[in-house]
């Protein structure tokens, strides 16, 4: 089973700073890798996607605060995350699509808390 290794969440303080990881198995090509987030009692929202261009795309709340990035061998992904809110407190997933399969990868989950 293809399987998606997420680290990096945990607890920060309010204008902190903390930096997810996601390395996906690098037997595959990834168009495009995002992280989306899930916050307690609303769905699950994009927050970044980068793609195999090298473009980026970014949710309206996290601009200018949160950085996404892949590494050389395109197979890992990274969420810079600086001045966070509390209100960015939820569970964010990393997603692929790998190009040789018809069904995206999702990670585990990995909880983000930021006190105030």
């Known amino acids: 089973q293809v399987q998606l290794v997420e680290s990096g969440g945990g607890l920060v303080q309010a204008g902190g700073s903390l930096r997810l990881s996601c390395l996906a198995p690098r037997r595959f090509t990834y168009p495009a890798m995002a992280w989306y987030r899930q916050i307690p009692g609303k769905e699950r929202e994009l927050v970044a996607r980068h793609t195999i261009a090298r473009t980026t795309t970014y949710s309206d709340s996290v601009k200018g605060r949160f950085t996404i990035s892949r590494d050389k061998a395109m197979n890992t992904v990274f969420l810079q995350m600086n001045n966070v809110k509390p209100e960015d407190t939820g569970i964010y997933y990393c997603?692929?699509?790998?190009?040789?399969?018809?069904?995206?990868?999702w990670g585990q989950g990995i909880q983000v808390t930021v006190s105030s």
């Open positions: 997603n692929v699509k790998p190009r040789e399969s018809n069904s995206d990868l």
